[in-house]
């Protein structure tokens, strides 16, 4: 059976391990770091969408344009009140008689109109410039200004807050190897991927879940995408030591018949997520990851991390991309496992009869007489056939019948007779 070719990544490989040019032109739908690949174009009520959801927009900007916008809130609202202040001081006759008692004290200009609004928003009271009781409708507005900045306060320490614990900075502590790899188990084909947890503190109801995205363009210009979920050996995990998630390539797996040659010719991307709570702060999280026909390597396996002492599990985290070469077959899965059934219902050749044990050969020596008649009778006996005995015939012979007498002239009763003798 042929197998396949090897390849092993370094600790430090880059996040794409791409051989091929056609690929390496081929977009991604979810980066590596998890962030999808996707642009929303002409959408209905986008800015009205937006507005809408301001909280969720401002939690999903960038950090300098929040920035910006919280800049300019509170900016806006001192300029915006600083004006009212201006418009009552010059309503009130503050600004042309200054002998007058104004609605509030050191305010005869713009800037100590805008002046007095930032410190009455950021509470510093220098202690120059104050409220009269001449003027009901500055005590007005300087409640729904302390109202006001209670409320921008509120929101903008919130986004902050909600900024900083996004599930996209804990999604980063949580980290998926650089390449999938396949590799035997129990003899099966298997693909698996390694998912680690890069701080101290444990996850609580880790969910693990892949996907296969394939898109379809045609003729007319049409695209078709297509999801299949991939059944994995263990989804629910305890993610406290790096773990290596697996997926049997069997009868009911989209690569039940996929090989090495169709891998590096097909065109699909494995999405790999792991949703999570973290026990720390309670929020659920997920991290994503993808994975193209070029990351990965057919014929792997991820080198051991984890080492038991006495006292406690270590783990070796510089060997989480490492990878170790492995014999496997280049043909799918269910070639592999036709072959292996073909192996077993051949029918296997009748042992050959074994020949008997021969005699230790024992210490020699010289036959005598009697054992070497006995051994030439035995080899004749084996050798030729039996002959049978010669029958015997007995006659009575007397004196007159002259044809009685044996070759030497001798007669029956003689002949008897020296029989009895000897």
């Known amino acids: 059976m042929p197998l396949a070719e090897y390849s092993s990544v370094p600790s430090d490989a880059p996040p794409s ?12 739908f979810v980066h590596r770091d998890g962030s999808g690949n996707v642009i929303f174009r002409h959408v209905p009520e986008e800015w009205l969408i937006l507005v809408m959801d301001i909280f969720t927009t401002l939690v999903e900007i960038r950090w300098r344009v929040m920035f910006l916008l919280f800049a300019l809130s509170y900016i806006l609202s001192w300029l915006f009140f600083g004006i009212f202040f201006w418009v009552i001081a010059i309503a009130h006759g503050d600004v042309q008689n200054t002998t007058s008692i104004p609605c509030v004290y050191e305010v005869r200009s713009f800037t100590a109109a805008f002046l007095f609004s930032l410190e009455t928003q950021t509470t510093i009271g ?28 509120t929101f903008v320490i919130g986004i902050v807050v909600a900024k900083m614990a996004s599930a996209r900075k804990r999604a980063q502590t ?15 084909l298997c693909l698996s991927w390694r998912v680690g947890d890069f701080r101290r503190n444990h996850l609580v109801e880790g969910t693990a879940r892949a996907q296969i995205v394939r898109s379809t363009v045609h003729s007319t210009g049409k695209v078709d995408v297509t999801y299949q979920d991939l059944v994995l050996e263990q989804s629910h995990i305890i993610l406290a030591m790096p773990t290596t998630i697996t997926h ?16 590096r010719r097909d065109h699909f991307e494995l999405v790999v997520t792991f949703t999570y709570t973290d026990d720390t702060t309670g929020i659920l999280h997920q991290t994503r990851s993808s994975y193209t026909p070029n990351d990965i390597l057919w014929g792997a396996l991820f080198q051991e991390m984890i080492r038991v002492t006495r006292r406690n ?25 036709q072959k292996k059934q073909l192996r077993l219902n051949s029918p296997r050749p009748s042992p050959r009869p074994r020949p008997s044990p021969r005699p230790s050969p024992g210490p020699r020596s010289k036959p005598g007489l009697g054992q070497s008649l006995n051994q030439d009778l035995n080899q004749n006996r084996t050798s030729e056939p039996l002959l049978k005995p010669p029958r015997v015939t007995e006659e009575l012979v007397t004196k007159k019948n002259p044809e009685s007498l044996n070759s030497s002239g001798n007669t029956a009763e003689e002949e008897s007779a020296k029989r009895e003798e000897m």
């Open 17 to 28: 391990l791409k051989s091929d040019q056609a690929s390496c032109n081929r977009q991604r």
């Open 248 to 263: 049997h390539m069997d009868a009911t797996s989209p690569l039940y018949t996929t090989s090495l040659d169709a891998l």
């Open 313 to 337: 599990y270590r783990v070796d985290y510089s060997l989480f991309n490492q990878t170790a070469k492995v014999l496997v077959p280049i043909v799918s899965a269910a070639d592999y496992e």
């Open 174 to 188: 949580i980290g998926f190897s650089h390449c999938a790899v396949v590799n035997l188990r129990n003899s099966i």
């Open 126 to 153: 220098y202690g120059f410039r104050g409220m009269t009781e001449n003027c009901m409708l500055a005590i007005v507005v300087v409640t729904v200004q302390d109202v006001m900045s209670c409320f921008i306060d």
